[in-house]
Structure formats: C-alpha cells, structure tokens
C-alpha cells in the first residue's frame, strides 16, 4: 500500500489502538538530503553531512509529526475542541489537522510576532485566531489555564502525544541511514522536539535498530536563549521568530537529552542565522525557514571552535524545521529586489553582460 503517515508507519511505536480514528495528511517521510557543499562552507568539509526537510510536511513543519497524532487521540478522546499558544507552525499545524477531524481550533498568537505564511494557514483552516498582547510565553500560559476547564484539548507539545509523533523523525533518519548518526544539530525553542527526537533516538537503540545514539546539539537564538543563559528571558527577540521563545515548556527534558548524549545547547546570533538561511537556499536548494537555518548555524559554530569535529568524517543530520515560505518578507529583506529591465531581448542581455 502507499505511504499513509506516520501513525501506520510507526504504529508499534505509538500509542494508538484499533479503536484510534487516525486524522492523517500522510505527513513524515521527509527526505534525508545530502548537503556536501554546505560542509565546505561550515568549514567541515569531510563530514557526511545531511539536512532533515520537515518543510516537506504537509503544512510545511514538523508540527504535523505531532498533530496527527494529538489530534487523533482528542478525537478518540472525544474533545469537541483544541486550544494551542504559537510561533506560529503549531497553529497552522493545529488548524489543519482539526479542520479535518472536524473539531474547533482556537489560536493564540504573540501580537505581531508570527511569520504572515503561517498565520494565513491558520486562518484558511478555519481556526479562531487570537492575538495576545505579550510574547508566546505568556499566550503559553493563558492556554495552559484555558485547557484546566477541560472544555479544550491542549495540543502544545506538553501534549504527551505530541512528543510520541515527533520521535518518528529520529526513527526515519535511523531507518534512512541504517544506523543513528554521530551528531544531530537542530533549533531549540519551546524544546519539545529536541525531547522528542531524543525519546525516538532511545527506543531506538534500545531495540537495536541503531548501534549508537547522537550527540543532541541543540541551538537557540541569542536574543532569546533561556537555556544556555540559565534563567528565563524576559523579553524574547530575534528575527527567528518561531524560537521567539523565553521559557521552554520543555527545559528540563531538553537538558536531560544535552546530558545523556554528551550533546550541548548553545545559542546563534541572527545574523549567523541568516547566513545559514542563506547558504542552504543559495548553495544546496533547500529553503528553509530562519528558524530553522539555526541548525546549520550551529553547526559552522561548533566546527570553528572544536578542530577534530571540524577534520572529522562524523555523520552528521541538521533538522530543518519548517519551510522557507512560511516567512517570505524575511526573504525579500535580506536579499535584493528584482532589478527592472526593458521588454527587450537586446536590453536583456546587455544587463547580463553577455
Ligand atoms: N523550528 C520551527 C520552524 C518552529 O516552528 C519551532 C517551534 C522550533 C523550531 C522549535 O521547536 O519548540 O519544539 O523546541 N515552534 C512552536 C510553534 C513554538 O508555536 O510553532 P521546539
């Protein structure tokens, strides 16, 4: 039969029965792509080196991993409704999967904070969309008291279901590679999925699928890294703004995956950010969103500061998280405009110079 997502794919993984209505959008099967000259530019160039594309998901990140199976669950659960605080992903991710299941979704959103691709999701999934004043900690907070009532289901990723979905992606880069890699880097924000992927990384081995586990390096923005500075950031900033994130729900779990994998979580400036950003679109094809570049980020980072990494033939995957067209006005900032020319094919090539 063809590919039918992750719950039947991974289905003795997770926790669903027969009696479990499976909403899917055959989302996961995401490809593992070889990225050779981004090696060369982090300055690693003998790593065999792989970028993760959950921008492929079927609402363009690794949210739907997780939604599948949080929505199928409230479903089975017998929710009549969802409720998620968000960056911006979750509500699109939330939207599209409640939409299908035919349940209520209700959004809150940090005022002016979230990419405009990801709220049109939301709005065109027909989700009841709030914006907060305050940063998504806060909008974080209101939901987590809005669900208490149980009159609404939380699909934040301290939604244990959430977690169960997203671990698949370490399955597929196992089962993709046919071993675990050495190190994985990816983004750290609300720090579900650097718990989730750790979760699937241990089953895993403990099942002898994979001979090892990686290295967890996990990367936040500057302006907004609680966990590396080790207290909570008040007033979040960075032009990564689905890490826009100044106290993770999931911080304990993202330390414990640090510190049983010999990982480390450090931070990336924006502007190291946006060189990644840039790089992956211009030199490998692959775009992604800002967020998402702060796994390449970090991994030009740690290359320049650890000599033997930097000469070494480790395998290494970066998660890219979620599409580049989620946040297209970031794009067009940072690279220039189309330039005018006249309609004519002598006008034209005298430009080019040829
Ligand atoms: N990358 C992207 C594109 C994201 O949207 C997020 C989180 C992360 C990385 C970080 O993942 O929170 O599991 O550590 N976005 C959430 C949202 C917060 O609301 O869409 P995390």
Redesign the pocket.
């Known amino acids: 039969m063809s590919y039918q997502g992750i719950i039947e794919k991974y289905r003795k993984h997770l926790p669903v029965s027969a009696a479990t209505p499976v909403v899917s959008l055959k989302e996961g099967n995401t490809p593992l792509i070889p990225v050779p000259r981004l090696a060369r530019w982090a300055g690693a160039p003998g790593l065999r080196l792989f970028v993760k594309y959950e921008g492929l998901n079927p609402t363009g990140?690794?949210?739907d991993r997780g939604m599948t199976m949080a929505i199928s669950k409230a479903l089975e659960e017998k929710s009549r409704a969802v409720v998620?605080?968000?960056?911006?992903?979750?509500?699109?991710?939330a939207a599209a999967y409640a939409s299908r299941a035919g349940l209520r979704c209700v959004v809150l959103i940090p005022a002016g904070a979230i990419a405009l691709g990801?709220l049109s999701q939301a709005v065109m999934h027909g989700a009841e969309v709030y914006s907060v004043a305050g940063n998504?900690d806060d909008a974080l907070e209101m939901v987590k008291k809005v669900s208490a009532t149980g009159k609404l289901t939380l699909v934040?990723?301290i939604n244990p279901y959430r977690i169960e979905g997203?671990k698949t992606g370490a399955f597929e880069i196992v089962d993709d590679l046919s071993d675990a890699p050495d190190f994985q880097f990816?983004?750290?924000?609300?720090?579900?999925?650097?718990?989730?992927y750790w979760k699937g990384y241990k089953e895993y081995s403990d099942l002898k699928k994979a001979s090892r586990r990686p290295k967890m390096m996990g990367y936040q923005a500057e302006g907004a890294a609680p966990i590396v500075r080790g207290e909570p950031v008040k007033s979040p900033q960075t032009i990564a703004t689905?890490?826009r994130?100044g106290n993770?729900a999931?911080w304990k779990q993202?330390e414990a995956a640090r510190d049983e994998s010999g990982g480390r979580i450090d931070s990336v400036t924006d502007d190291e950010i946006l060189s990644a950003y840039k790089a992956l679109a211009s030199q490998e094809g692959v775009f992604c969103?800002p967020?998402?570049a702060?796994s390449v980020a970090g991994l030009k980072k740690y290359a320049a500061r650890d000599d033997a990494f930097a000469r070494s033939a480790a395998t290494v995957v970066c998660i890219l998280?979620?599409h580049g067209l989620?946040d297209p006005d970031r794009a067009m900032a940072v690279m220039p405009a189309p330039k005018s020319v006249e309609p004519r094919a002598d006008a034209i090539l005298k430009e080019l110079g040829l």
Do not use: D, H, R
Request: hydrophobic share 35%; with cysteine.
């Open positions: 990140s690794f949210k998620c605080a968000s960056t911006g992903n979750t509500s699109a991710s990801k998504f934040n990723s997203q990816m983004p750290v924000g609300n720090a579900g999925n650097i718990t989730a689905a890490i994130i993770p999931s993202a969103e967020a998402s702060a998280t979620g989620k």
